[in-house]
């Protein structure tokens, strides 16, 4: 990872006052921390973004957020991050990370704020070519099945991709023979649930067209208006 300056500031623990309120007050001291820090801020929020799974402490995670944090400070112009796999490397960059820094951002625009969703991952690696086997796509549904389980005010689910579509299937067990994948396919689901199906975003599929910007938007807008209705 790049090197990065940091400017240090007097510690505020020097204040007896401070500590003393800490102590009596444990829940805003955390709740502090997680938004002055981001390496707190991914401790905080762990249990929502990985509902049952243990989160481990490690010191790569705490050096990746003082890096990223350098990078929202405009310290860090470029930050290359070489790490092996499945070392929650993707959730702190791609979710933890934007959160943190909307959080206390006044210019954060409002159009990127998350509000009563989740976003998860039928495949929690990226394998060679980007090309999940069958195998890793099964390895990976207990996570995803678990998500769903610990979501109790669900109402929509929108599948990125058949991969998406075929695994939040099965966690249902549902056959997919019946649900075939298609760009804006709705599916009822148990439970009263509705699934939509959209084309994955990936760069393939932008650049040829095969999803363009209006296809995307008009289903988001779609979803958005079943979930106003429900």
């Known amino acids: 990872m790049a090197q990065a300056a940091y400017v240090s500031h007097q510690s505020p623990w020097r204040d007896e006052g401070i500590v003393r309120q800490a102590l009596e007050h444990p829940g805003e001291l955390r709740a502090e921390l997680a ?12 249990p929502v973004i990985e509902p049952g799974a243990t989160y481990l402490e490690n010191w790569h995670i705490d050096a990746l ?15 290359l991050v070489n790490v092996p796999p499945r070392t929650s490397k993707s959730g702190v960059i ?11 951002d006044p210019n954060a625009p409002e159009d990127l704020q998350l509000v009563d ?6 495949v929690r690696c990226v394998p060679p070519a980007n090309k999940p086997t069958t195998e890793e796509i099964a390895r990976c549904r207990p996570f995803l099945e ?3 389980q610990a979501l109790a005010t669900l109402k929509t689910i929108l599948a990125l991709g058949r991969i998406a579509h075929d695994s939040t299937l099965a966690a249902f067990g549902l056959k997919r023979s ?10 009822a689901l148990p439970g009263g649930l509705v699934l939509y199906d959209s084309y994955h975003c990936s760069r393939l599929n932008t650049n040829t067209g095969r999803l363009t910007t209006s296809m995307f938007e008009d289903l988001l807008a779609e979803v958005a208006a079943s979930l106003r209705r429900a």
């Open 35 to 46: 938004l002055r820090r981001l390496r707190h801020f991914v401790r905080a929020s762990w």
């Open 65 to 79: 957020c003082e890096h990223l944090e350098a990078v929202t400070n405009n310290q860090i112009k470029h930050l």
């Open 94 to 104: 791609s979710v933890n990370w934007p959160v943190w820094s909307w959080l206390d």
């Open 117 to 122: 969703c989740l976003i998860t991952n039928a």
């Open 146 to 148: 678990a998500r769903l």
């Open 178 to 187: 019946a649900h075939g994948f298609a760009h804006g396919a709705q599916h």
